[in-house]
């Protein structure tokens, strides 16, 4: 049977970071509304510094964080630093800490809604994580961010063709690829292996998610289409 050649274009996911991001939308105490995945997907790089106002190693830390913020934030252009409060404090009990402690970055109250602490299973302060523009995430120490933020950055350079595609988003973790479906059809995905031959198959809802686990390491063909044409594209995946 004559196997099907595709051509191979696309993005090698970025494996130095150990998870997918969760998606999570919070308005700012200076009234501004943010969503992670907008940022990420307009190639920005996102600290998430999960603080608490009485903390006495986040207030001796902010003053560094705001730094960073500083030297590649670029007021958002690139880079933010996110401050979420973590133990219910107010806006006003947050806008004070911001003063006092230096804090030009967004900072947010989870007081009135607390789904972001769950998502990153935040259950003490400091805690912080670096969610990279191919929607990676790790948690890190405060003396890994300068580093893990050039590592995002190596990754925009590297894959400086590459357009993000609005329809979906993958991911490797491990042996795992991990797909999100942005679109409003259904999307279908087979996965092949380097010889042609199909190794599995599956179908997102719109708006969903699906991890697909593969046996070995090696090059994998995924091939992402819909029944109605919308689009039908083909990706090359690496497993290391």
Same mark, same amino acid.
């Given at each position: 049977?004559?196997?099907?050649?595709?051509?191979?274009?696309?993005?090698?996911?970025?494996?130095?970071?150990?998870?997918?991001?969760?998606?999570?939308?919070?308005?700012?105490?200076?009234?501004?509304?943010? /969503?992670?995945?907008?940022?990420?997907?307009?190639?920005?790089?996102?600290?998430?510094?999960?603080?608490?106002?009485?903390?006495?190693?986040?207030?001796?830390?902010?003053?560094?964080?705001?730094?960073?913020?500083?030297?590649?934030?670029?007021?958002?252009?690139?880079?933010?630093?996110?401050?979420?409060?973590?133990?219910?404090?107010?806006?006003?009990?947050?806008?004070?800490?911001?003063?006092?402690?230096?804090? /030009?970055?967004?900072?947010?109250?989870?007081?009135?809604?607390?789904?972001?602490?769950?998502?990153?299973?935040?259950?003490?302060?400091?805690?912080?994580?670096?969610?990279?523009?191919?929607?990676?995430?790790?948690?890190?120490?405060?003396?890994?961010?300068?580093?893990?933020?050039?590592?995002?950055?190596?990754?925009?350079?590297?894959?400086?063709?590459?357009?993000?595609?609005?329809?979906?988003?993958?991911?490797?973790?491990?042996?795992?690829?991990?797909?999100?479906?942005?679109?409003?059809?259904?999307?279908?995905?087979?996965?092949?292996?380097?010889?042609?031959?199909?190794?599995?198959?599956?179908?997102?809802?719109?708006?969903?998610?699906?991890?697909?686990?593969?046996?070995?390491?090696?090059?994998?063909?995924?091939?992402?289409?819909?029944?109605?044409?919308?689009?039908?594209?083909?990706?090359?995946?690496?497993?290391?």
């Amino acid at each position: 049977m004559k196997k099907t050649i595709f051509l191979l274009y696309g993005l090698i996911a970025f494996n130095a970071v150990s998870q997918t991001a969760e998606n999570f939308t919070l308005t700012s105490t200076d009234g501004i509304t943010y /969503t992670l995945f907008e940022q990420l997907d307009s190639n920005k790089i996102v600290i998430l510094d999960f603080f608490s106002v009485g903390c006495p190693t986040c207030q001796e830390n902010t003053p560094y964080l705001d730094s960073l913020w500083q030297q590649y934030g670029y007021n958002g252009d690139s880079l933010w630093v996110w401050g979420i409060e973590s133990y219910y404090a107010d806006s006003q009990q947050i806008e004070d800490f911001r003063q006092q402690y230096g804090a /030009t970055f967004p900072c947010f109250s989870t007081k009135d809604d607390t789904t972001v602490l769950g998502l990153y299973d935040i259950t003490y302060t400091p805690q912080y994580y670096i969610t990279c523009p191919n929607h990676s995430a790790k948690k890190i120490y405060k003396e890994q961010i300068e580093s893990y933020i050039l590592s995002c950055k190596e990754t925009l350079v590297s894959n400086h063709n590459f357009t993000r595609n609005p329809h979906f988003l993958y991911t490797v973790q491990g042996k795992t690829i991990i797909i999100h479906n942005y679109s409003t059809q259904a999307l279908k995905i087979d996965i092949y292996n380097i010889t042609g031959s199909k190794i599995k198959t599956a179908q997102l809802h719109p708006a969903t998610t699906q991890r697909i686990t593969v046996t070995s390491e090696g090059i994998y063909i995924a091939h992402f289409y819909t029944t109605t044409g919308q689009f039908n594209q083909s990706y090359k995946i690496i497993i290391p």
